[in-house]
């Protein structure tokens, strides 16, 4: 069965530093989300992303965060300087219909 | 902004105990989504309801959708250990004619199922 991939699993950085984390999506879909999770909290929305472009955003996804989608298959975020209170789990979805299919996550880790 | 209020935030069942969480949004939602996020692991999605007064069935779990569509529900009949995880509602804002909402989902709090055998 086809599965949203995310690389790294656990990334560790520096305050201040620059992060790219990575997701695949599944080949077929045309939407795809970044979410984020602080450990033991819920899932918050950060942004979406269709037709090459971000069509939403929420209040958390300020100028340090970025999009692209480089090539065909690849869907990265950016955070250009990051901050201690950036550290959670990122998810990244993606969907063809209404159901989103969540990767295993990239847990960051922001020293 | 939407908000989703899901309660309670913690529920400690015995197995074979039926159980329930509650999601309760501030706004109309043009449909909920209901996840399960194992602990460790990432949310998997289990159902989308669509319409007002919507009932759906998967096996034990009965999900129900106001007929406002702005509270749902889940409820697990005779728990079982592998139902242990976070259940958490997800909503999608009704749709108008002064945009487009390509598919932001504001989460609940969610539910942290403990199933004792």
């Known amino acids: 069965e086809p599965e949203v991939t995310q690389t790294p699993s656990h990334q560790v950085t520096q305050m201040g530093q620059e992060v790219i984390l990575r997701c695949v999506p599944i080949s077929n879909h045309l939407y795809f989300y970044w979410y984020r999770q602080i450990l033991g909290q819920k899932v918050e929305f950060l942004v979406s992303f269709y037709n090459n472009e971000i069509s939403e955003k929420s209040e958390i996804f300020d100028d340090q965060f970025s999009v692209e989608r480089p090539d065909g298959s690849n869907f990265t975020l950016k955070i250009r300087s990051t901050k201690l209170e950036d550290s959670a789990m990122y998810f990244c979805a993606s969907r063809a219909n209404y159901e989103q299919f969540f990767g295993p996550g990239t847990r960051l880790t922001v020293l | 902004g939407q908000q989703v209020m899901q309660i309670p935030q913690y529920q400690h069942v015995q197995e074979g105990e039926d159980f329930t969480t509650y999601c309760n949004s501030s706004?109309?939602?043009?449909?909920i989504q209901w996840y399960k996020q194992r602990p460790g692991g990432h949310p998997v999605f289990l159902i989308q309801?669509?319409?007002?007064?919507e009932v759906k069935k998967q096996k034990r779990l009965t999900f129900q959708f106001g007929e406002a569509k702005k509270n749902s529900s889940l409820h697990i009949t005779a728990t079982q250990t592998t139902d242990v995880g976070t259940y958490f509602c997800?909503?999608?804002?009704?749709?108008?004619?002064?945009?487009?909402?390509?598919?932001?989902?504001?989460f609940g709090q969610g539910t942290i199922l403990t199933v004792h055998p």
């Open positions: 706004t109309t939602l043009s449909n």
């Open positions: 997800a909503g999608r804002p009704l749709i108008n004619a002064g945009g487009t909402s390509y598919g932001k989902l504001t």
């Open positions: 309801l669509v319409k007002s007064g």
